[in-house]
């Protein structure tokens, strides 16, 4: 148990990203996006692919001792292998993990599955892990949220479905990233175009609580460290409420300043925010929107325009917990 809370204690001191992939283009996505703003010493980068329970193992009748070495060695074409696999080639760019990485392997039995959840963890010399995870579950989104409590985890990146559903349906009717989306304890980003979108930069969209203000700082440190520019964005409801909108980009702009981050520019919109934000997203790698604080069951029937803009945005959108 103290081991077990030394390995959370030293996880909490690193940026965790956690990366699902299950063999879309778009889950790719992900995984360049995490190569681009996780390549710092001090990031840890896991890969996740979350198998069903028993799958192709007793019906197809593999030795479960073979089946474990070689999905340790590559060279078995089980169900999310591969994608790990190619997956690690994003990661490395195409090389071999070079002496300066050490790999270890673990097995964990779960869910009386032959296979269990098996992982390959490398650790470079300058303290960086990455790791592949093959998790057997019951469904990829009850794996994820398992997966994140063994964690902790800072960040968690999602693929981008190819329809979104509305937030009740996506609860009920079970749409894997809209799940997470909602339910995560974390940050979540669902990734398009691997963070390269149609533009540049990050757009951080403020509103001027507390809680937003805090998700600016978070968001403009990642944004420094990955080398986009910054732009401010806030939305004006009304008219008469652009003064106050001004008077927020100008608050967030020195906060930043103090932190020694830079703004390259700010902008004010009139009208609606989901509308107004996803009208400008297109100009930027990332939309970076806070959470609305919300527990998830208010989130069912209350739409928050951090969902709304992941669904109707088409570059990367980042959802600040």
Not at 130 to 138: D, E, G, R
Not at 257 to 273: F, L, N, Q, Y
């Amino acid at each position: 148990m103290a081991e077990l809370e030394g390995i959370r204690e030293r996880r909490r001191n690193r940026f965790r990203i956690l990366v699902c992939i299950d063999g879309t283009d778009a889950s790719y996505d992900g995984i360049r996006f995490a190569a681009k703003i996780g390549y710092r010493s001090e990031c840890d980068i896991i890969l996740l692919y979350v198998r069903p329970i028993d799958q192709g193992l007793r019906s197809g009748g593999l030795q479960v001792r073979v089946a474990r070495e070689n999905m340790l060695d590559w060279g078995l074409e089980l169900p999310g292998i591969r994608n790990l696999k190619k997956g690690l080639d994003i990661l490395a760019g195409g090389e071999e993990m070079s002496a300066h990485w050490t790999s270890f392997t673990s097995h964990t039995d779960t869910w009386n599955d032959p296979l269990g959840d098996n992982k390959v963890e490398y650790r470079h010399e300058s303290g960086k892990t990455i790791v592949l995870k093959l998790k057997t579950a019951p469904d990829p989104a009850s794996g994820i949220l398992d997966q994140y409590e063994l964690g902790p985890y800072n960040l968690i990146i999602m693929g981008a479905p190819s329809r979104w559903r509305s937030e009740a349906s996506s609860f009920f009717n079970v749409g894997v990233t809209q799940k997470i989306a909602m339910l995560a304890p974390c940050s979540v980003l669902v990734a398009r175009g691997h963070g390269t979108g149609n533009g540049t930069g990050y757009l951080i969209c403020i509103d001027g609580t507390r809680r937003s203000l805090n998700a600016t700082r978070r968001v403009a440190v990642l944004a420094k460290h990955s080398g986009y520019p910054i732009t401010l964005f806030c939305v004006a409801t009304q008219k008469n409420k652009v003064a106050t909108a001004v008077r927020v980009l100008e608050k967030a702009t020195e906060m930043l300043s103090k932190m020694e981050i830079e703004v390259a520019e700010t902008k004010v919109a009139v009208g609606d925010p989901t509308e107004k934000i996803v009208e400008v997203s297109n100009d930027y790698s990332v939309v970076a929107i806070a959470d609305s604080g919300k527990k998830w069951f208010h989130r069912l029937f209350v739409s928050g325009v951090a969902y709304n803009v992941m669904g109707a945005s088409n570059t990367s959108v980042l959802n600040v917990r």
